[in-house]
């Protein structure tokens, strides 16, 4: 049985912050969600690091439940 290698989604800084505007969350409370900490949601937001294993697999997961597109280009509130 041959297993197919569903290719994970890159998660940049601007997808992360655009994903938790979109779900109105602070980086402490989508870092709750995650099981994660808020240094790391913060990390990935100012490309530090991107999510990688399980922690983009949870965003990519969430992103599809809450209904979030991301579109190249597009302007996002910078404040939260």
Known sequence: ???RK????????EEVRALRQHLNLTQARLAEELG???????EWEK???RPRGA?????S???ERSGFTYKV???HDESN
């Open 1 to 3: 049985m041959e297993r």
């Open 36 to 42: 994660t900490r808020q240094q790391t949601i913060s």
């Open 73 to 75: 280009g597009e302007k």
């Open 61 to 63: 997961i969430v992103a």
């Open 55 to 59: 922690s983009a697999t949870l965003l």
């Open 6 to 13: 569903k290719k994970r989604r890159q998660w940049s800084k």
């Open 47 to 49: 490309g530090m690091y």
